[in-house]
């Protein structure tokens, strides 16, 4: 692990663990100031419910994403949040201007560029939003700019598979086939289609890599 | 106290402000340290700038619809907790499934008429508390997870390069398959967006268009949603 990756576990734990904290303390805060609290019996079955949600999705994301981004942007990620429409995109873009390799020292570093820029960009908008939400309601829900609002993700991931997906096609092509079968043939959830098809991708690739199919 | 003046309280939107303050601080000491380490690293202040500038466009239109939830939210929610919870740790969606249900177990509807200081109380602990669990399990699950793939590395780092790429290619074929499969224009998007991508880059080859390279991606997104507002009227 370079000094770099050292530091970014340690900041990225200190940091994330008082940030967790300061985010928690807003309904703590609420509940004192106005002296009410919350009926923990009627609301656990729902916070279980987003437990086991997003604890599975965690998990898949855990297996899938350190070797592409490093440990000092997953940190900001899940500080900050938006991790599939925009951290993501933008450090993959980064790595694409800046002619590197996923997984490598370089991506590691320009990737904590992209998503701390990311992630201030998002913060101000949102401010900018918020203040100027009466003139902006009627713009931003316009039927005209409905179908882009609503296409957002997919317009991400069809610009990231033009970026991405012919750099080693092979590959590609193992990994596309293995999810449309999860996903259209076999209808499994995302979260098992991604640890599940990362792992077939890297099963299959690793057979290719021995008999040298795979570009040096 | 009526409910409206509680949910907008000043005390709780200045809370909010400080706890934004706080998380954007932290990403500018990232971006700091980032920096430093790209250009140790060797990586130009030109490409550096670069980045930054494509970043920020690409943040930019994925972050109206987060605008827009939290327009959604804030009549019912007042502005300062759904500006708290989208601006940080969680997604839109989720915090609006984790409140209706926590308005629901109150016996009320997540109405502007129907919620109570009771039944919001419970959803902003409900949304807190269901929707950060992300954030500890990355925690403490992250760094045994680096140094593992770190025993890899170490062993064939050609393989580990291909077991990234594996890895990377995966998450975007599962989350574009995902998207597509939800109706013929987000499948006629993703297509449409692969094909303009892979025309900008086919065409930064030449010298003269080398710049595009650099904008292709922002391009490329902001041609997927002028072909969907396009579209749009004859798919659906």
């Known amino acids: 692990m370079s000094s770099f990756e050292i530091k970014m576990h340690r900041d990225g734990r200190i940091y994330g663990w008082s940030m967790l904290l300061a985010i928690c303390a807003f309904p703590l805060f609420a509940s004192i100031k106005y002296n009410i609290w919350p009926n923990f019996g009627a609301i656990w079955p729902g916070v279980l419910t987003m437990w086991i949600l997003m604890a599975s999705y965690v998990l898949s994301e855990m297996i899938a994403f350190p070797p592409i981004l490093g440990p000092g942007s997953l940190y900001l990620t899940y500080i900050t949040g938006n991790l599939q429409n925009q951290k993501i995109p933008c450090a993959l873009s980064a790595m694409s201007i800046a002619g590197i390799e996923a997984g490598t020292e370089k991506a590691n570093a320009v990737s904590v560029i992209a998503v701390a820029v990311s992630s201030i960009t998002t913060t101000v908008i949102i401010a900018l939003g918020i203040l100027l939400m009466t003139p902006l309601t009627p713009v931003l829900n316009s039927p005209v700019l409905a179908p882009a609002f609503n296409n957002v993700v997919p317009a991400i991931f069809g610009a990231l598979a033009g970026l991405w997906l012919l750099k080693e096609i092979k590959v590609s092509l193992v990994s596309v086939v293995v999810c449309l079968i999860a996903i259209l043939v076999l209808k499994i959830d995302l979260q098992w289609v991604l640890l599940g098809g990362i792992a077939a991708t890297i099963i299959i690739a690793r057979l290719m890599y021995s008999k040298g199919m795979l570009k040096e | ?236």
């Open chain 2, 1 to 236: 106290m009526d409910y409206q003046s509680l949910i907008n309280s000043s005390a709780l939107t200045i809370f909010v402000a400080v706890v934004l303050l706080l998380v954007t601080t932290v990403c500018v000491i990232y971006l700091r340290n980032g920096w430093n380490e790209a250009k140790r690293l060797g990586v130009t202040t030109a490409e550096m700038k670069k980045i930054v500038l494509n970043c920020i466009g690409i943040s930019l239109v994925p972050s109206i619809p987060i605008v827009l939830s939290v327009i959604v939210m804030a009549p019912v929610l007042g502005v300062a907790l759904p500006w708290l919870r989208t601006s940080v740790i969680g997604s839109a969606n989720n915090e609006l499934i984790s409140a209706t249900m926590a308005a629901s177990a109150t016996g009320v509807e997540f109405t502007t008429t129907d919620m109570t200081p009771q039944a919001w109380i419970n959803a902003a602990w409900a949304m807190t508390l269901g929707c950060s669990v992300a954030l500890p399990i990355v925690l403490v699950v992250l760094k045994p997870v680096c140094k593992t793939y770190d025993v890899f590395r170490k062993k064939d780092s050609r393989w580990i390069s291909i077991f990234s790429l594996c890895a990377l290619v995966t998450v975007i074929a599962a989350f574009s398959i995902n998207s597509g499969k939800k109706g013929i224009i987000p499948s006629a998007v993703i297509i449409g967006c692969f094909i303009f991508s892979y025309l900008c880059n086919l065409a930064a080859k030449n010298p003269k268009l080398k710049w595009l390279k650099d904008y292709a991606f922002p391009l490329t997104i902001l041609f997927g949603l002028v072909l969907s507002m396009i579209i749009t009227p004859f798919l659906s």
